[in-house]
C-alpha cells in the first residue's frame, strides 16, 4: 500500500470512506476526551473529512495532515475559502480558521505541527498496512507529545476481505499503544450490513490517554 495507491484513489474519486456527515462515532464519543473549548486537535490522515468542519463548529482550533493535494484542494473549495498555501517539506494550507499540511505525516515535525491538545484518528491507523502502522504510531505519539486521543478502528476476519481499511484488532492496539497510554474502550458498534458489504464487523472506540 504505497502513496500512489491514496493518490489514485483521489485522483478517480473512488473515496467510499468518506461521509458526507459527521461520523456518528465521534459525535458520540468525543466529550470523552474532556477538552476545553478552543483546544486544538489534530486530525492525522484527514482527507476531506466532515469532521473537520465538525469539530470546528463544536469550539476546537483543527489542524489535519493529507497526503493528497486534491483531497486538500477540495476541503477547501468544500469550504468556500481560499487558503493561503506555504511551501516546505510539507505545503501548509490555511483558511477558513483550519490548518492542513499536505505532504506524508511520517514528513511532519513536532516543530512544523506545533503544540496540540488531542488527536482524533478516524480511518487512520486502519488505512495502513500492518508494516507501517508500528511507524504510525509512534511518530504519531511523538508528534503529538502522547497527547489523549480519540481512535476508531474496525475489527473484523482479515481472510473476509483485503484492506484498506485493515482490522486492527485489540491486542494491536495495545501492543501498539499501552506503554504510554491508559487505554478504555468507550464503544464497539456493529458495521450494519459488514465491511465492503459482506464481511462482519465492529468498529470500537478507543480513549488513549
Ligand atoms: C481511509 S482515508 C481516511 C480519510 C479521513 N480520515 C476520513 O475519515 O474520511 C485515508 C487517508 O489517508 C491519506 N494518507 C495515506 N497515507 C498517508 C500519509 N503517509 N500521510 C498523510 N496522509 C496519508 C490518504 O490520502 C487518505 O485520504
Known amino acids: 500500500m504505497d502513496q500512489q ?7 478517480s474519486n473512488q473515496i467510499a470512506f468518506h461521509n458526507a456527515e459527521a461520523h456518528p462515532l465521534l459525535v458520540r464519543n468525543f466529550r ?17 473529512s466532515k469532521d473537520l ?17 486534491l483531497a486538500v484542494n477540495r476541503f477547501f473549495q468544500e469550504l468556500g ?3 493561503t498555501v506555504s511551501c516546505g517539506s510539507l505545503q501548509r494550507y490555511e483558511g477558513g480558521g483550519f490548518v492542513l499540511f499536505q505532504g506524508s505525516i511520517f514528513d511532519l515535525t513536532p516543530d512544523l505541527l506545533g503544540p496540540v491538545d488531542a488527536v482524533y484518528d478516524r480511518a487512520a491507523l486502519v488505512a495502513l498496512p500492518a508494516g507501517l ?11 503529538t507529545r502522547a497527547q489523549r486521543q480519540l481512535l476508531i478502528c474496525y475489527e473484523y476476519n482479515q481472510a473476509c476481505a483485503e484492506g484498506p481499511p485493515f482490522s486492527v484488532p485489540e ?9 504510554t497510554f491508559a487505554i478504555e474502550l468507550l464503544e464497539n458498534q456493529r458495521v450494519e450490513g459488514g465491511l465492503k458489504g459482506r464481511c462482519p464487523a465492529t468498529e470500537p472506540v478507543w480513549l488513549l490517554r
Open 5 to 11: 495507491f491514496w493518490q489514485d484513489k483521489w485522483a
Open 32 to 48: 470523552a476526551l474532556g477538552l476545553r473549548r478552543e483546544a486544538h486537535i489534530f486530525v492525522p490522515l484527514c482527507g476531506k
Open 53 to 69: 468542519n465538525w469539530l470546528a463548529q463544536q469550539g476546537y482550533r483543527v489542524t489535519g495532515a493529507e497526503l493528497s493535494n
Open 133 to 143: 502502522r508500528d511507524e504510525y504510531a509512534s511518530h504519531l505519539t511523538s508528534l
Open 81 to 83: 475559502e481560499q487558503p
Open 171 to 179: 491486542d494491536e492496539v495495545k501492543r501498539l499503544y499501552q506503554t
